[in-house]
């Protein structure tokens, strides 16, 4: 915590080589998360960016209380401003789901069919896998999933209701889904047709 | 978040909560890039708000001294006249006082005037007392018919030229720092300051213009010390190390001009009688004298003398003609010499003080102690300037001072007491130009 408040003292002071330690110590995970919401990596870069200036021009009302505060106060940052940039990018990235019976029918957890993933996956894949979900099943899955925002507070930064955040949630766990299943599949075909192939 | 863990959501926490990927070198520039441009911006914003507390502070400084130094009597201009008395009474009688005891004639009424101005009657002695005749002689003698009497309040032929100060050197804009333009990339803790963006290059010109203010604490004048406000608008070209100050400003000083008065003290005053009429009562029986009296001021016939002094405000212009060099010269700050000749011209004066007041006192005479003040002198002032550069375009200066007058400020030739001050200058200026 020392270090930490030693360096944010230093980047208050507007110093070169806080800045660069800041930006070195902190810039892979935040680019990390950035790319877990935008599509393209120059978008992921773009948004890092902007958000790092967002830091430096806010981190005068930062307060480190423990250690790992500056982390996550700047990932919230971030999240805020790859929201905003999607925002500003695509319009409608929500998909309304409309309920046969009525908008307060309560949705319902769909029972869990996945099962334990045996085959570890790279992480780009997964990466990959996120980023071709759709801009509103993206979102809903990243700040539920790793932002570990309730329904609630995703329905209030998103502007959309509790239900639309749950089976935009549920939606894109079904895609992900059967995005890990062909992998498998392909895995495993690839995996067969070698051994099968060794064996003429 | 919802208490029940889904396993594709734990998966995808768990293999992606590492995921770091470096961000490319393109990036990492871009940011350090806009935040050293984020640095200058909030620099320059923080500055303002120094400037403009310097700024606010230096005003207030300026108006408090003034006040504080100024004192206005708010001197009403009163000319002073001489007491000219009415025509002598005879030297028959002997004036005394007032409320003296009346001498009655034979069976004569006497009553009141209907003049005004004679309110009452007095007491004749009608016999011829020498000592009378002696008094009235220094009556007559201490009792000219109206001397002009010259205006008490001072005008500015009269009074010595107090010249207090001026300072009013347009401050070193040369003192700007020169800037130097590096472009190796190291950079320093203040990245912006080497930018060749805001700073002058050492070998680069620059035209400065900026507003100052010295208060300025004279020395070996008639008057004794003084002190002057000094406020200037001034344009310094700078090449190099070297530059070239000048400018108008505005001095202001006070200074007391004494006179030496010779007077008559007052001693008091009769009633002199003018004439007298007679008229016949109704039956005939009765004359009854009407007499016309007139107040008489008496003077003492020695002739005191009196020293005055009267306050007076001096404006001058200043044109100062300042050549200086840095002999330290940093990215934001610079450290030189400044050295020339000032010239400074009165542009008026004004009386703060009240006039003499004679009472009923009668002026014989005004003798100048002070002597005028010139119109125009010349100063040589040396100074060390320090300056330090806010931003791109603002900077402040600091430079004290000190000036000898190669004249007096005083009229008369001979006075070969020659006055030094003290001073220190403080000055805003703006950068119009940067030419490498």
Known sequence: ??????????????????????????????????????????????????????????????????????????????????????????????????????????????????????????????????????????????????????????????????????????????????KIQRVLQTEKAITHGQLQTSDR | MDNYKHPIDEYFREALKDYEPVPSDRSRDAFLESAGRSIKRSRIRRNRWFLAAFLLLAGAGSLSTWLMFNENHDAPRVTVSTLTPSPLPSPNFTPSKQNGKAETGPELVITESARPEIPTLISFNASPASDSATSLQTFTSGLPEEPSMPDHRMDETTLPEYRAEPSLEPPDEAAKPPYRVEQDGTETERGPDKSASILLSRNGASVTVGVSYTPEWMFNTLEGDNFAHNAALEGTFRFGRYSIRTGAGVSVTKGTHEVAIRYNDYIGSYKALDSITFAWNPEHTQLIPTLYLTNQDVFDSLILQEEHAVVRRYTYLQVPLILGYDFISRPRFTLGVRTGPVLSILLGSRQLSANYDPGKDKIIMVNQITPDRIQMNWQVMGGINFSYLCSRRWGLELEPEARYYFNSVYEPSDITQKPWSIGIRAAVNFNFSIKK
């Open chain 1, 1 to 178: 915590m020392k270090r930490e408040k030693e360096m944010t003292e230093g980047v208050l002071s507007r110093r070169n080589d806080a800045m660069k330690v800041l930006y070195d110590r902190y810039a892979a995970s935040l680019l990390g998360l950035c790319c877990r919401y935008c599509t393209f990596r120059e978008d992921a870069e773009d948004v890092l960016h902007e958000g790092f200036i967002k830091i430096l021009e806010h981190l005068d009302g930062f307060r480190s209380e423990h250690d790992g505060a500056l982390l996550a106060w700047m990932k919230r940052i971030m999240v805020n401003t790859a929201l905003n940039h999607l925002r500003d990018r695509q319009r409608s990235e929500f998909h309304a789901i409309t309920f046969a019976s009525g908008a307060n029918q309560e949705y319902e957890e769909e029972p869990d069919l996945f099962g334990p993933i045996l085959t570890s996956i790279s992480q780009e894949v997964l990466l990959k896998m996120i980023t071709s979900l759709p801009v509103g099943y993206r979102t809903v899955f990243n700040l539920y999933v790793f932002e570990e925002f309730t329904h609630k507070e995703i329905a209030a930064v998103l502007h959309c209701s509790e239900n639309t955040s749950k089976s935009q949630l549920s939606k894109a766990r079904a895609l992900l889904r059967n």
